[in-house]
C-alpha cells in the first residue's frame, strides 16, 4: 500500500509541475516569474547534436523525435490521469449509489481528466518543437481538441444519466409514448452537444465564427424552403406526443392502412400491419389526417355465425340467446 500511494503522489506531482510551469516561480520577491518551457528549450538546444538538425520533409529529426516522445508522454499521461481520476473518485459512486449508469459516469469523468491532463501536457511542452506560423497554430488546436474530447466524453454520459432518469419516470406512466420521448431528447441533446463542439474548435483556429453561424441562419432559411415536408413531420412528431391520440401497441387505422403502433420518431410513425409487414406513416399525414384508435373502444363488435341442428328445441334456442344477451348487458 505506502507504494501504491508514493506512486500515486508522484503522478500527482509531476502533473503538477508539467500541466502548471508557471507554478514554479523566481526566488527572489519582485522578480519576473520563470520560463520552465525557455531554460528547458536552452538546454535542449545545447543537448542537440548537428547531426539531427537535418531536415526530413517540413521538420529537422529532433522535432519529429520530440513530437512522437510528447505524443507517448501524453498517451501516457491519458491513461494514468483516467485511473487515478477514478480511483478517487470511488468514494463519490459509493455515496450516490454503484447503478450502471452511475458507475459509467464517474468513469466518463475520470476518462475526461485523463484527456484534459494529456492536453496540458501537450499544452505545456509544444513550445519546445519550436513550430511557427502554422504548425504552432496547429498544436494548439490539437490542445483544444484533445480537451473538447475530453469534454464531450463528459457530456455525452451526462446526456446518457438525463435520458435514463427520463425513461425511468416514462416508465412509471400508464402511457407509452413516454417511452419514445426519453430517445428523441438524447438525440436531440447529444447533436447540441457535438454542434458546440465543433463551433468552440472552429473558433480556436482563430476563424469569426459569425460569417459561419450567419451563413448557417440563411443556409437553414433555403433548407427549410427545401425539406418542408421533414419539419412538417418533426412538428407532427411533436403534435403527437402533446396530443397523444394513441399509444405504442395500439391498433389503430389512418387512411388504407391498419395495425399496430411500435414505433414514433421524428419524421414517421411505423405501423405493424396484421400481414406482419411494417409501414412508415409521415407524422404530418398523422396529424391532418383521420386516425382511428381501435384500441381505445369500449366494446369490439363480434360477428358469427352458429351453426344450428333443425331438431334443436326452439327453448333451447331463445335459452342461448338470452344468455347471449345478458353476457352483453353485463
Same mark, same amino acid.
Given at each position: 500500500m505506502p507504494n501504491r500511494f508514493s506512486l500515486t503522489g508522484l503522478v500527482i506531482i509531476l502533473l503538477l509541475m508539467t500541466?502548471?510551469?508557471?507554478?514554479?516561480?523566481?526566488?527572489?520577491?519582485?522578480? /519576473?516569474? /520563470?520560463?520552465?518551457?525557455g531554460s528547458m528549450s536552452t538546454w535542449l538546444d545545447n543537448l542537440i547534436p548537428d547531426?539531427? @538538425?537535418?531536415?526530413?520533409?517540413?521538420?529537422?529529426?529532433?522535432?519529429? +523525435? +520530440?513530437?512522437?516522445i510528447i505524443g507517448v508522454v501524453a498517451g501516457?499521461?491519458? @491513461?494514468?490521469?483516467?485511473?487515478?481520476?477514478?480511483?478517487?473518485?470511488?468514494?463519490?459512486? #459509493?455515496?450516490?449509489?454503484? #447503478?450502471?449508469?452511475?458507475t459509467e459516469v464517474i468513469n466518463s469523468i475520470g476518462k475526461s481528466l485523463g484527456w484534459?491532463?494529456?492536453?496540458?501536457?501537450?499544452?505545456?511542452?509544444?513550445?519546445? +518543437?519550436?513550430?511557427?506560423?502554422?504548425?504552432?497554430?496547429l498544436m494548439e488546436v490539437a490542445?483544444?481538441?484533445?480537451?473538447?474530447?475530453? /469534454?464531450?466524453?463528459?457530456?455525452?454520459?451526462l446526456v446518457d444519466l438525463i435520458s435514463s432518469r427520463l425513461e425511468e419516470s416514462a416508465a412509471e406512466t400508464d402511457s407509452k409514448l413516454d417511452d419514445q420521448l426519453a430517445p428523441m431528447i438524447r438525440k436531440s441533446l447529444k447533436l447540441l452537444v457535438t454542434t458546440g463542439a465543433?463551433?468552440? =474548435?472552429?473558433? &480556436?483556429?482563430?476563424?469569426?465564427?459569425?460569417?459561419?453561424?450567419?451563413? =448557417?441562419?440563411?443556409?437553414?432559411?433555403?433548407? &427549410?424552403?427545401?425539406?418542408?415536408?421533414?419539419?412538417?413531420?418533426?412538428?407532427?412528431s411533436i403534435t403527437v406526443f402533446a396530443d397523444r391520440p394513441f399509444s405504442l401497441g395500439d391498433w389503430v387505422k389512418v387512411g388504407g392502412i391498419q395495425g399496430v403502433v411500435e414505433e414514433i420518431g421524428f419524421r414517421c410513425t411505423r405501423i405493424r400491419t396484421f400481414e406482419s409487414s411494417l409501414v412508415s406513416v409521415p407524422n404530418s399525414e398523422l396529424v391532418n389526417g383521420v386516425i382511428d384508435n381501435m384500441g381505445q373502444r369500449n366494446y369490439r363488435r363480434f360477428k358469427t355465425l352458429v351453426g344450428l341442428r333443425y331438431e334443436t328445441p326452439s327453448e333451447k334456442i331463445e335459452a342461448f340467446t338470452a344468455g347471449i344477451h345478458a353476457i352483453a348487458a353485463s
Open positions: 500541466v502548471f510551469p508557471a507554478l514554479v516561480q523566481a526566488q527572489g520577491p519582485g522578480e /519576473a516569474v /520563470a520560463d520552465p518551457a547531426g539531427m @538538425k537535418t531536415k526530413i520533409l517540413f521538420l529537422e529529426q529532433w522535432q519529429w +523525435l +520530440l513530437l512522437a501516457l499521461i491519458q @491513461k494514468i490521469a483516467s485511473h487515478l481520476g477514478g480511483m478517487l473518485l470511488q468514494p463519490l459512486l #459509493s455515496r450516490v449509489g454503484q #447503478s450502471k449508469k452511475t484534459f491532463a494529456s492536453a496540458g501536457i501537450v499544452n505545456s511542452l509544444h513550445p519546445l +518543437l519550436k513550430f511557427e506560423g502554422f504548425g504552432n497554430s490542445v483544444r481538441g484533445l480537451a473538447t474530447i475530453g /469534454a464531450l466524453l463528459l457530456a455525452y454520459r465543433v463551433i468552440y =474548435l472552429i473558433q &480556436s483556429t482563430g476563424e469569426d465564427v459569425m460569417p459561419l453561424v450567419t451563413g =448557417l441562419g440563411v443556409l437553414g432559411i433555403g433548407v &427549410s424552403l427545401a425539406a418542408k415536408d421533414t419539419f412538417a413531420n418533426l412538428f407532427g
